[in-house]
């Protein structure tokens, strides 16, 4: 088993946590779940077309592919647990219609391998 350094990770770092001020200078926000992983952990929204500008902003950077991946598939079973209690299961009753028929999407979406 190959041993990835840790470092510190936002663990929830997407779009909306990333802020940019007038001045052009870019914020990380929302640091409730920061944890210690290896780096591709933070990595697992980073896709095309936004990588190129994440990679110059966070600098040069190995990306161990099967630690992505890892984290990934992690994170989509995450989602898909999620998904079935708000979709399938009517676990939430708290939730709208909205909100069922976007997690179902967001299921059908994991299931056919178009999660973001």
């Known amino acids: 088993m190959q041993k990835h350094p840790y470092v510190i990770c936002?663990?929830?770092l997407h779009p909306a946590n990333v802020i940019r001020d007038p001045a052009g200078d870019v914020f990380?926000?929302?640091?409730?779940?920061?944890m210690l992983a290896p780096k591709e952990r933070d990595?697992?929204?980073?896709?095309?077309p936004h990588d190129d500008a994440f990679f110059r902003g966070y600098g040069e950077a190995a990306i161990n592919e099967e630690a992505l991946t890892y984290y990934r598939l992690e994170r989509d079973i995450?989602?898909?647990?999620?998904c079935a209690?708000?979709?399938c299961?009517?676990?939430?009753?708290?939730?709208?219609d909205?909100?069922?028929?976007?997690a179902l999407q967001l299921l059908q979406n994991i299931l056919a391998g178009n999660h973001p």
Do not use: P, T, Y
């Open 28 to 34: 990380v926000i929302d640091w409730d779940e920061v």
């Open 98 to 102: 909205d909100a069922r028929q976007s």
């Open 10 to 12: 936002h663990a929830d």
């Open 85 to 87: 209690k708000i979709a």
């Open 78 to 82: 995450q989602d898909l647990i999620e």
């Open 43 to 48: 990595f697992i929204f980073v896709r095309h």
């Open 89 to 96: 299961n009517g676990e939430n009753d708290s939730a709208g």
